[in-house]
């Protein structure tokens, strides 16, 4: 059935440091990726998405690339700080509904 | 706050009850989705609506079922709790489907004793 996998669960880096969180997808009609970002306690908020006809959008500090061809799609944030640890989740378009990955632990240390 | 609230928002209970969270929003949106997460399993798919009255199955549906009788309204209940259940849920809603992103309810916690 339709899949999510993302790496890592957990990622640790110093502030300041780049941090890349990388997913793939199994259905080829998937055509838009979301991400959210989950702080400890609190629901899930989205912090950028792309569509399918797009290869890379940015959002200050975050950007996301896809490819398609090889069902890849990856979340990059730079000049990480403490206020970026949090839990964060891609997701996948399966027709009608979002098909989420396993999601990573980030922790940005001081 | 975001325009959807989930209630309760914790909830205690005993095996072989059947329990009914709910899902309110106010945007007006076509779709809705419960979700439940646990540690090491991320977000799964329980059921969804795509309107009034039509609603369809996730990826972990079994032991649960839903109705939607208002736009405003999603309703998911345990027809007799197991412990399997004890999960933190979450509602979210979209405006249309699958590709755009969704607005998430504050959740649910659940403890099946």
């Known amino acids: 059935g339709e899949n999510v996998e993302q790496h890592p669960s957990t990622l640790s880096v110093q502030e300041g440091d780049s941090a890349v969180i990388k997913c793939t997808y199994s259905?080829?009609?998937?055509?838009?990726f979301p991400w959210y970002k989950q702080e400890l306690g609190k629901r899930p908020q989205l912090i950028i998405d792309i569509r399918s006809n797009v290869g890379e959008k940015k959002d200050q500090r975050i950007a996301v690339t896809l490819n398609k061809t090889a069902k890849h799609f990856s979340l990059h944030i730079t000049e990480t700080q403490p206020e970026d640890s949090a839990v964060y989740f891609c997701a996948a378009s399966i027709w009608d509904k979002l098909i989420f990955g396993t999601g990573t632990r980030l922790q940005v240390f001081p | 706050d975001a325009g959807i609230t989930q209630s309760p928002r914790h909830k205690v209970t005993e095996t072989g009850t059947p329990v009914t969270l709910r899902c309110h929003q106010t945007?007006?949106?076509?779709?809705m989705y419960w979700y439940r997460q646990d540690p090491g399993h991320g977000l799964r798919l329980i059921h969804y609506s795509y309107g009034v009255k039509d609603t369809d199955k996730g990826e972990v549906s079994d032991g649960y079922s839903v109705s939607r009788s208002k736009t405003e309204d999603f309703l998911l209940t345990l027809e007799s709790a197991t412990s399997s259940q004890t999960s933190v849920y979450f509602c979210a809603i979209s405006e249309s489907q699958g590709n755009y992103g969704y607005t998430f309810g504050s959740g649910t916690r659940l403890t099946v004793v």
């Open positions: 945007e007006n949106h076509r779709y």
């Open positions: 259905d080829s009609a998937s055509n838009y």
